[in-house]
Nanobody, 116 residues
């Protein structure tokens, strides 16, 4: 079964850190894109960080640049999003996204709540 599974979310205080994981099964990332999105409560899904097709150079949304780091381990078929200096506005469901054989693949999401 082709799927992505995110994990690592939770409740964290402002200024804290979390590291999210996204494991691909049934396919490999290969040279496809790997993207992390945030969907805040009552909002649309925003692209936060990604590796473009055939690229290992990360790109970030301005609001997370310098605080978030996207990485990937192709040997384990896992992508990561390391988040530091978290803010209340970072609260939301975080999704991993990639593509395999023309099919856009999404995970089920992992909840991140930044609150004191």
């Amino acid at each position: 079964q082709v799927q992505l599974v995110e994990s690592g979310g939770g409740l964290v205080q402002p200024g804290g850190s979390l590291k999210l994981s996204c494991v691909a099964s049934g396919f490999t990332f290969g040279n496809s894109y790997v993207r992390w999105y945030q969907q805040a409560p009552g909002s649309t899904r925003y692209l936060l960080a990604f590796f473009a097709i055939n690229s290992r150079k990360p790109t970030y949304r301005q609001s997370v640049a310098g605080r978030f780091t996207i990485s990937r381990n192709d040997a384990d078929n896992t992508a990561y999003l390391e988040m530091k200096d978290l803010r209340r506005s970072d609260t939301g469901v975080y999704y991993c996204n990639s593509k395999f054989e023309g099919q856009d693949i999404w995970g089920q999401g992992t909840q991140v709540t930044v609150s004191s």
